[in-house]
């Protein structure tokens, strides 16, 4: 059997932010990560825009690198065009794994209390997080941050924007979304914003619980993927903030390689 790695990608930050807690909670398996710094950030992109630059990274991951699985660590990119790229995938790498992350994320939402969501402007215009969170969660409000990952990939001042919101929120609401992979790491930041808060949903906690669970459930599909423990890291644009992060959460020898696709 061919076996291969576990590929993530997403424009930067955020999905280096995933793959840093999916290596501690899953450490056997072959990762690549791909960060396509050249166009980050996704949140404002057209969803035409968005499979283009995605089709081409998963043509690098799978074709290139041999990705058996690959992660889509973009709630951009998951809510607005996940069955289009399923669609593509299956045309041209059938036999693949595209996961998303749009339906774990919602299916761990409290069903009963007031939820706010904190998300980019597309994935707030998102149908698909609609449609499941309508049938999922009674009681919601999605806020837009179309700043907040450019403010992260930046260095900029996350604390002062995150604080601009804090007046639209009810303090009676009591749980909060993180639906970006990038808000995951600037976490105390928001609660910071929003002390009212008690309970918060971030995926960086969520994915590696579902993908253990996945592997679980399908060991026919886990048996795709090499357990030799390496990792590897790609951007398609450098990026000092993205290196200084990388090399934090992963040790100040960490090789990072530029790629053009």
């Known amino acids: ?13 955020g999905g280096l932010w995933v793959i840093k807690h999916l290596k501690k909670e899953l450490p056997l398996y072959d ?7 050249l166009n980050v950030p996704f949140g404002e992109k057209t969803p035409d825009e968005l499979f283009n630059i995605t089709t081409k990274a998963l043509n690098y991951l799978y074709g290139e690198k041999n990705c058996m699985g690959v992660v889509l660590a973009c709630n ?10 399923r669609e593509w995938k299956d045309k041209n790498y ?9 339906r774990p994320t919602v299916e761990s939402l409290d069903k009963e209390n007031p939820v706010v969501i904190f998300a980019t402007s597309r994935t707030c215009q998102s149908e698909v997080y609609e449609k499941f969170l309508h049938v999922n969660v009674k009681n919601y409000k999605k806020v837009p941050l179309p700043d907040l990952a450019h403010l992260i990939e930046t260095g900029g001042d996350t604390l002062s924007y995150i604080s601009s919101f804090k007046n639209i929120v ?32 971030s995926q960086e906690d969520l994915l590696p619980k579902y993908l253990k669970n996945y592997f679980i459930e399908f060991p026919e599909r886990e048996a795709f993927f090499n357990h030799g423990g390496s990792f590897e890291v790609l951007i398609t ?25």
């Not at 059997?1 to 930050?13: A, V, Y």
């Not at 951009?76 to 790229?85: H, K, P």
């Not at 303090?171 to 008690?198: M, R, W």
């Open 76 to 85: 951009t990119i998951s809510s607005n065009i996940y069955n289009r790229l």
């Open 31 to 37: 990762y690549i990560f791909l960060g396509d710094e």
């Open 1 to 13: 059997m061919d076996k291969g790695s576990i590929g993530i990608f997403d424009s930067g930050l």
């Open 237 to 261: 644009k450098e990026n000092v903030v993205f290196n200084n992060f990388a090399k934090t959460w992963f040790g100040k020898n960490t090789d990072i390689k530029i790629i053009k696709l």
């Open 170 to 201: 009810e303090s009676s609401v009591k749980e909060g979304a993180l639906l970006c992979t990038h808000y995951g790491i600037v976490k105390s930041d928001f609660q910071k914003a929003f002390p009212n808060i008690k309970d918060w949903v």
């Open 94 to 102: 059938f036999g693949r794994i595209l996961f998303g992350i749009v």
